[in-house]
């Protein structure tokens, strides 16, 4: 679901059992070193946001921040609240399942809407 668009980046959430967004740029660079500066600047601003937003509201164990886009050759990050009883914990969330998870993603939507009013 998309949170959040302007003319430079968008926002979508991810389908998990924690807290995980997604900023894409809106015009399709393979490479962060290929993003114009404005976009990059853009890119880093939001990473705050979200990151400090997640640890305040969530207060997690950990915040993961990824940009692989091996299968999506398309600039975009992954910002993720990662807890010791999520399931996957202290691998990525494409590692080994480690356990059968006891954190229950919770307030999400609320989540959203206060981080919303942030961006």
Not at 32 to 53: G, H, Y
Not at 60 to 66: F, G, L, T
Not at 69 to 94: C, L, Q, T
């Amino acid at each position: 679901m998309r949170i959040y668009e302007d003319d430079l980046v968008y926002i979508e959430t991810e389908e998990s059992e924690i807290p995980w967004l997604k900023i894409f740029t809106r015009e399709p660079y393979k490479e962060f070193s290929q993003t114009p500066a404005n976009v990059k600047e853009k890119i880093w601003q939001l990473l705050d946001t979200i990151e400090k937003e997640m640890l305040s509201f969530y207060t997690p164990d950990k915040i993961n921040i990824v940009s692989f886009g091996n299968y999506v050759p398309h600039v975009h990050f992954h910002i993720m609240a990662r807890f010791k009883n999520d399931s996957f914990f202290p691998e990525p969330m494409w590692g080994k399942k480690q356990r059968e998870g006891t954190y229950r993603l919770t307030d999400f939507d609320t989540f959203i809407k206060r981080l919303q009013q942030q961006l």
